[in-house]
């Protein structure tokens, strides 16, 4: 994970996952830099969450296209076929979930 990572030495990180909640990894990158690893802890959990949830209506990355999108960051695009697009409910359903994990905080 993020966390253990700097734990071990690392000083950066590409998340997949930055790309739907950029705030909150940022947070945890912040917190490392500060040496509070349990305040670091705490917010990784929510990204795991966040990242469930992604994953729960198919592959990540077409999941984080969709959440860009739906906030008007990216023109409709997604990843290339044979990727699918999500369709309307899972859409709708995927940031109803995101929303209540406040993934945008």
Not at 57 to 76: D, E, F, Q
Not at 85 to 97: H, I, K, T, V
Request: with cysteine.
């Amino acid at each position: 994970s993020l966390v253990s990572g700097f734990l071990l030495g690392a000083k950066a990180c590409i998340s997949g996952v930055s790309l739907t909640c950029p705030q909150l990894v940022h947070k945890v990158y912040e917190y490392m830099q500060e040496g509070n690893v349990l305040e670091a802890t705490d917010v990784w959990k929510k990204v795991m969450r966040i990242r469930r949830t992604l994953g729960k209506y198919g592959p990540r990355a077409i999941s984080a296209y969709t959440v860009l999108n739906v906030k008007g960051v990216m023109n409709y695009s997604t990843c290339r076929k044979p990727w699918r697009r999500l369709d309307f409910g899972d859409q709708f359903s995927m940031m109803r979930e995101l929303k209540e994990l406040e993934y945008d905080k």
